[in-house]
């Protein structure tokens, strides 16, 4: 599932990040062609930079990643997305002078690993989480 990482010049508090979270999610899963259909996988990391002194003084980038490879996410399906993103961080932060967002799609077999903890069900069964 994909991660995204929000980072720039932004003040944002914990509720601040789960609004955005919220609005991405939506916005991940209103994309017919991602196929995302469970709000659980989808992954958001804020890096909020107050001090920075730089040229991205007032930009916020978001990086959408481990986005697997797949027929249905198309050229034209991924620019939606970076659309959408976008906009989602630019209603969120309107005084930001610019908004980035880079979708970086992933293929399995430049590698990849997946490790998921076992539970133990009822019957001494074990299942993954």
Do not use: W
Request: hydrophobic residues 40%; charged residues 30%; negative net charge.
């Amino acid at each position: 599932m994909p991660l995204n990482r929000i980072s720039g010049h932004f003040d944002a508090d914990d509720a601040k990040c789960d609004a955005v979270r919220n609005d991405i999610v939506k916005a991940m899963m209103g994309i017919d062609g991602l196929g995302i259909t469970v709000e659980k996988g989808i992954t958001c990391l804020f890096y909020p930079t107050k001090m920075m002194e730089s040229d991205l003084e007032s930009t916020i980038i978001i990086e959408v990643i481990g986005l697997f490879v797949k027929l249905e996410r198309t050229d034209e399906i991924r620019k939606q997305l970076a659309d959408k993103l976008g906009q989602v961080i630019r209603d969120h932060f309107p005084e930001t002078n610019l908004v980035q967002c880079f979708v970086r799609p992933f293929d399995l077999a430049e590698g990849f690993s997946e490790s998921r903890k076992k539970l133990v069900v009822p019957g001494g069964e074990e299942a993954l989480a």
